[in-house]
């Protein structure tokens, strides 16, 4: 079994140095919480589980220092479960 998490801080993608109505660009931090198992059933066969996205984090992008909304992204939560069989 294996439990992960994945964060990364918020991040500058643009400084503008021009009059520009936008000084800064980027992306808020996010966290992603990552989850996965396996079971041998028998010798030949194994049962596997995966869990991506846990707690549906999405990704912001600002415009602005004023911290304006740009885009958001929302991937949503996967979940996998397999079947692995070995001759």
């Known amino acids: 079994m294996r439990v992960s998490v994945a964060y990364r801080d ?3 993608t643009q400084v503008e140095t021009s009059s520009s109505d936008q000084d800064e660009a980027g992306f808020h ?3 992603y919480w990552d989850f996965s198992a396996f079971y041998d059933v028998s010798d030949k066969l194994k ?3 995966e ?3 846990l ?3 999405r990704e912001e992008q600002y415009s602005d220092s004023d ?3 740009y885009n958001t992204t929302l991937s949503g ?3 996998y479960i397999g079947l692995t069989y070995s001759m």
Do not use: A, M, P, Q
């Open 10 to 12: 918020d991040y500058l």
């Open 29 to 31: 931090g996010t966290t």
């Open 47 to 49: 049962l596997s589980l």
């Open 51 to 53: 869990g991506i996205n």
């Open 55 to 57: 707690t549906d984090e």
């Open 67 to 69: 911290d304006r909304l």
């Open 77 to 79: 939560r996967t979940f």
